[in-house]
């Protein structure tokens, strides 16, 4: 009789042991489940990071871009002008060319027009300098 009650004793004991046993598998279950879930939300955050990462790249470099294409539009445009102005510049010195040349020919055939030329070039002189360009040059 004493025998059964310790046989008894020892088959609740297995019971008790067998219970415990399956409440830490379920409970190792559940932290497995549960480290999974923060696995899977580990990677898509990981995941979403890099796409904005990337989208941030993205962005950044459409925007160097169109500064850099706004540059060579504003680049070409002053070049553009800079050509108006160098052919302006071109045909305004040919101009000057030419009055000078017309001048010139008006002198060589007038020796009255000449005398006025030379007037009018000491007067000038006078204006600025004082005196006249021959006095000018006597001195220099």
């Known amino acids: ?8 004793d020892d ?3 297995n019971e008790y042991y067998e219970n415990e046993n399956e ?3 379920n409970i190792n ?5 549960y480290n999974e879930q923060n696995e899977n939300k580990s990677k898509k955050i990981e995941q979403s990071n890099e796409q904005n990462e990337k989208d941030i790249t993205d962005k950044l470099i459409k925007m160097l871009e169109k500064s850099l294409e706004d540059k060579e539009n504003t680049i070409r445009a ?3 002008q800079i050509d108006m102005l160098i052919k302006s510049n071109a ?3 040919q101009r000057l060319e030419d009055k000078q040349q017309e001048k010139e020919v ?3 055939e007038s020796p009255k027009a000449a005398a006025n030329e030379n007037d009018r070039k000491q007067s000038w002189f006078k204006r600025f300098f004082g ?3 021959q006095e000018q040059t006597i001195e220099m």
């Open 1 to 8: 009789y004493p025998i059964t009650s310790a046989a008894e």
């Open 11 to 13: 088959l609740s004991k």
């Open 23 to 25: 409440n830490n598998e």
């Open 29 to 33: 279950e559940h932290f497995e489940n």
């Open 78 to 80: 002053q070049q553009s």
């Open 91 to 93: 045909m305004l010195m």
């Open 106 to 108: 008006i002198v060589s």
């Open 131 to 133: 005196g006249s360009s």
